[in-house]
């Protein structure tokens, strides 16, 4: 639905905003640098390019997800020296397009009972993590090939730590919201709400995380929680949706990361490691949905009356 909805912002916009969706989230969620994030904006403008490419051209559009992939692993390998953390660069610039919210949504509609779409979702979801996976894989591959020494760099190069004091989360969590409204072509009018419900989810997320020691699943349910109860608050007082606001903040939560990690995990060959990626994957997703429903509930104990709802 959203590729079918005419975009309220003009193509450099939207290429403007993979950039720097790959320059907040390489140190916001990878533990990158500022050369990472630099890196990571110009590689995220790269997807962009191809991305735009993949809607002119249908040809390329069937392998649109490998190819930037493999070129964003090639580039990333080919800087290590030069950077601080390639698994964030890779990472980050191709998060946008990561299936997380494909697999939270697949969740979300297997607990509404909804089996068949829901299990569509969920294959469609873990076949993209491994597309993007393989693309990945290949890409470090094929830079090994030239420079075989590197390739006892890899696996340094997974291993990040946090370089920037979280702080200027401030100003990446704002940006990153931006830029997901920008892709998910949402009007300007609507980024306000979008934004302040990202900052609720993330702020939520990080407090219990970091100060309260919870775990992921934890955390990512109280911030579900959080986003979906200011979401239906302000529904059931506007009257106005805000679904697109939801789906917004939720992208902060959503495990496409994790997913993607276990795919690579599996083309390494470290079976174990994917089998636990997959199960995180999984788990994060379940404990966003039952945040969202709980909020739901918590707002419309005996549901829609004369007021809209939203529903997942």
């Not at 989230?25 to 191809?50: R, Y």
């Not at 800087?79 to 299936?99: E, F, N």
């Not at 696996?155 to 370089?163: L, Q």
Request: aromatic share 12%; net charge positive.
């Amino acid at each position: 639905a959203i590729n079918s909805e005419k975009d309220a912002n003009p193509r450099w916009a939207t290429i403007l905003a993979y950039a720097t969706a790959g320059l907040c989230t390489a140190p916001m969620f990878f533990n990158g640098s500022w050369v990472d994030a630099g890196v990571g904006f110009l590689l995220g403008g790269a997807v962009g390019l191809m991305v735009w490419l993949a809607e002119k051209v249908p040809s390329y559009a069937r392998i649109c997800e490998i190819t930037m992939s493999v070129v964003v692993a090639f580039v990333a390998e080919a800087l290590y020296g030069y950077v601080d953390c390639g698994a964030a660069i890779k990472l980050a610039a191709i998060v946008i397009i990561l299936p997380g919210y494909t697999i939270t949504c697949a969740i979300l509609e297997l607990s509404s009972r909804h089996i068949i779409s829901g299990s569509v979702r969920l294959f469609y979801a873990v076949v993209f993590s491994l597309l993007l996976g393989y693309g990945l894989m290949i890409g470090a591959s094929l830079w090994h090939l030239f420079d075989p020494s590197s390739k006892a760099n890899a696996a340094s190069s997974t291993a990040c730590t946090p370089s920037l004091d979280p702080k200027w989360n401030i100003v990446f969590v704002p940006l990153f919201a931006i830029s997901l409204n920008i892709w998910l072509k949402a009007h300007p009018r609507q980024w306000f709400l979008a934004t302040i419900l990202s900052i609720v989810g993330y702020t939520v997320s990080y407090t219990s995380s970091v100060y309260g020691g919870a775990k992921t699943e934890v955390s990512s349910a109280l911030a579900a929680f959080a986003i979906g109860l200011c979401g239906n608050v302000y529904q059931r007082v506007t009257r106005q949706l805000s679904f697109q606001a939801v789906v917004c903040a939720v992208f902060f939560l959503v495990p496409g990361s994790i997913g993607l990690k276990g795919a690579i995990a599996w083309f390494s060959d470290d079976i174990s490691a994917g089998v636990n990626f997959a199960l995180q994957m999984v788990v994060t997703a379940i404990a966003i949905s039952v945040g969202l429903f709980t909020s739901a509930l918590a707002v419309y104990p005996m549901g829609k009356s004369r007021s809209a709802q939203m529903t997942f």
